[in-house]
């Protein structure tokens, strides 16, 4: 897992890859809370690397979504296409991340 800055000063980029599971939770929790005490007003979500997810995944984006928007600031989630791991485990959990989240290419 890594963050990466755009090349927009009010943007950055949480990449997440590989496992995302509750052991990795803390990391990825520590990343997201950096990036809110950040100075960026966007947040680009690309979970396209991620090969295995649990729901703890979901309840740490979500949860940076909603402190995102109580800042009024923001995140785009990169498409993934419906075989994708973390798209199966959002339909297999009932959670409709479009409700959700924006996704790049739905605004």
Known sequence: MDDQNSE???????TVSGMSLVAEADSLAARC??????PAKLI????????????????IILAFNSALLSRNR????APLP?????????????????RH???????
């Open 8 to 14: 927009l000063p009010n943007e950055a980029l949480l």
């Open 44 to 59: 680009n979500i690309d979970l396209t690397g991620v090969v295995e997810a649990d729901i703890t995944l979901f309840q």
């Open 74 to 77: 923001h995140m785009i989630l």
């Open 101 to 107: 989240l924006t996704i790049a290419g739905m605004l």
């Open 82 to 98: 419906i075989e994708h791991p973390v798209s199966k485990l959002a339909n297999l959990l009932g959670i409709p991340l479009e």
């Open 33 to 38: 809370q950096s990036l809110l005490d950040g």
